[in-house]
């Protein structure tokens, strides 16, 4: 086979893969043996040669631009998925597959697996949620935040991202006035925990032992308050401050006060020998190893368990029975409610404007609300939230969340789905029976909810969700100035079908809809409040579609089977990229590859165990490391 590459092309895609193949003794005929003909072949036809199809001329990349390291971390992104070549094009073999993705890695990208970059994670700000759980846990007052504090912002799906965690002067003031709150609350003894406060019981009488227990109470208290124990200059400024008070209660009350207002209680910053250097990655001290774990699976501080190994210098070899330790605690319930909250959206079920009474064709409001009402959506965001909580502690591959045929159902949310047997509030697992026509987290309330228009359903909502949260696969922005699906005055009675195969016809919008119409379609048989049905518009819904890597089906349930087995791996790519960002309080990079890839090998390795995945990502060189904070490219 003869490749006719351009002098242009050659020099281009030699200069980016030279370095890292020559180290390996291949040299410039194996570059140009294994890499370049693989592209000539599978790419260029579109992305080369003078073609430049979607913005991305292959043989125009350099390495060196943050730009151009986006672009081959989409390419890298697309073959991964699958995406590209597309489905009507010569594929390349498993093994060509991954040599063109290492190729991408080591060459385009200069990434080097066994050296993982942990990447660079802004100092962060306790989130409301963290902040909440933080005081409920160290001085039994559970503070009403959401009265207090304004929402947080969220970056990449999250509002764990140190980027976006700002501070403003207004934020600041209501972190004090919150501290003193606090503090009067704990001292209360029908709201706080005097325990919690002091650990050695009351004071002693005896003037000279109170000044000693005056030290010890502070101490105790700064302690779990910083994360860490407490440098001894402060510990003595405290204890001024607290003595200047003139009585024992008031001056542990204002010391108090001072390390709840402090920024080492309100942000989670970690010790680093040098912290503007980003050539030097340096393992966590074992203190902020604690804190990342904790406020992973927490939501909230270090117990005294984790922060005693940490004092130690055990906490790093004991890694495996304190993660199995913290998700056995019943404060891990705050990590699947905040991480599938946010991932899955199920904290938007209760919220999400929906008109039952349009989408169900009822006249009065209260028939609707009464039908879909707020104990139904609880119970929706309930049943995502046990689910997800049971395929972990259970030890179940991942994509049981796609394949389950059961669900976790009280009466309520049985009685809405037409399953028959369940009393009472309290909830249990369910089989499903023949007819539901219910399967995983694609046949729940709570996605088929919050994919929906207020009035109808939304086929766009649906397939981009999936694309976007569940296959890391999300299609790219809408070009400006796009009509509305019901534009035009062309929509009449026609089905859904109809109406996305008109908004398609456009040809602007009809590579990204390519994606995500065929997976909103096939859940149309279920309407914008999660209710089956087998007809819209008067006609038998159709459900068949084709994705846009080629698997047909003829219903959900076959989507289902598909994401499930064929597209598994994708699936577990997207959970990982999720868990990764959510853990570690950053959005990925090019950089992270390595760490993505060698998290979904162990999830495969493993069955597709989620909780091999959550092992995988504490061990992760992201969370065990960091690095300086300076740009690099």
Not at 383 to 398: D, G, I, M, S
Request: glycine share 8%; aromatic share 8%.
């Amino acid at each position: 086979m003869c490749f006719h590459l351009s002098r242009q092309m050659r020099a281009a895609l030699i200069g980016l893969v030279l370095g890292v193949f020559s180290t390996q003794g291949s040299g410039v005929v194996e570059i140009e043996r294994q890499a370049l003909p693989l592209l000539q072949e599978f790419c260029f036809d579109c992305h080369g040669d003078g073609s430049k199809k979607g913005g991305i001329a292959l043989d125009k990349l350099g390495g060196e631009k943050p730009a151009d390291r986006k672009a081959w971390h989409s390419v890298w992104s697309n073959l991964d998925a699958h995406l590209m070549p597309p489905s009507d094009k010569p594929q390349p073999t498993p093994q060509q597959r991954a040599l063109l993705q290492d190729w991408i890695e080591r060459g385009a990208l200069g990434l080097d697996p066994s050296k993982p970059d942990p990447g660079r994670v802004t100092v962060r700000r306790l989130n409301r949620e963290e902040y909440r759980n933080t005081v409920r846990d160290l001085t039994g007052v559970d503070f009403a935040v959401q009265e207090h504090f304004p929402p947080d912002d969220t970056g990449y799906g999250f509002d764990t991202i140190g980027d976006v965690l700002n501070l403003s002067p207004i934020h600041m003031e209501k972190y004090l006035e919150a501290a003193q709150m606090i503090v009067d609350l704990a001292f209360n003894p029908e709201k706080g925990s005097r325990r919690a406060i002091f650990p050695e019981g009351p004071p002693p009488e005896d003037a000279a032992a109170l000044q000693v227990y005056l030290r010890g109470t502070i101490r105790s208290f700064a302690d779990r308050a910083l994360r860490r124990p407490v440098d001894e200059p402060t510990l003595d400024r405290l204890c001024v401050m607290a003595a200047a008070e003139g009585s024992f209660p008031s001056g542990v009350k204002r010391a108090m006060v001072a390390l709840l207002a402090s920024p080492r209680f309100i942000f989670r910053a970690e010790l680093q020998p040098e912290p503007n250097n980003p050539g030097r990655t340096v393992p966590l001290d074992e203190y902020s190893l604690a804190s990342r774990l904790s406020y992973f699976l927490w939501s909230s501080t270090p117990d005294p368990e984790l922060l005693a190994l940490a004092g130690k210098g055990q906490l790093r070899a004991q890694l495996q029975p304190q993660v199995e330790r913290l998700l056995q605690d019943s404060r891990s319930n705050r990590f699947v409610r905040n991480f599938v909250g946010q991932w899955l959206q199920s904290r938007d079920v209760e919220t999400v404007p929906i008109q039952a009474r349009v989408v169900l064709g009822l006249r009065k409001q209260e028939d609707g609300d009464k039908i879909f009402s707020s104990k139904l959506r609880s119970a929706m965001r309930e049943e995502t939230e046990r689910l997800f909580q049971h395929v972990l502690r259970n030890k179940l591959p991942a994509e049981e969340l796609f394949t389950a045929n059961y669900g976790f159902l009280n009466q309520t949310l049985a009685a809405f789905y037409g399953i028959r047997g369940v009393k009472g509030t309290d909830f249990e697992r369910v089989d499903f029976p023949e007819g539901t026509h219910r399967r995983g987290l694609l046949g729940q309330g709570t996605f088929l909810v919050v994919t929906s228009n207020p009035t109808r359903t939304s086929p766009v909502k649906r397939g981009k969700f999936v694309l976007e949260n569940l296959l890391g696969a999300p299609a790219p922005p809408p070009p400006p100035n796009i009509p509305p699906l019901e534009g035009g005055g062309k929509a009449g009675k026609k089905s859904m079908r109809q109406l996305m195969e008109l908004h398609r016809a456009d040809a602007l919008c009809a590579s990204c809809h390519a994606r995500m119409d065929p997976i909103g379609l096939a859940l149309e048989d279920f309407n914008a409040i999660g209710q089956h049905r087998s007809e819209g518009e008067g006609a038998p819904i159709d459900t068949a579609g084709q994705l846009v890597t080629g698997e047909k089906f003829n219903n959900a349930e076959e989507l289902i089977q598909l994401f499930g087995t064929t597209r598994k791996h994708d699936f577990y790519r997207c959970l990982s990229e999720k868990l990764l960002t959510y853990a570690i309080g950053r959005g990925l990079e090019a950089s992270d590859i390595p760490n993505v890839r060698k998290l979904v090998a162990t999830m495969e390795a493993q069955g597709g165990k989620l909780s091999a995945l959550l092992q995988a990502v504490v061990e992760s060189a992201p969370f065990q490391k960091r690095r300086g904070t300076a740009e690099v490219r």
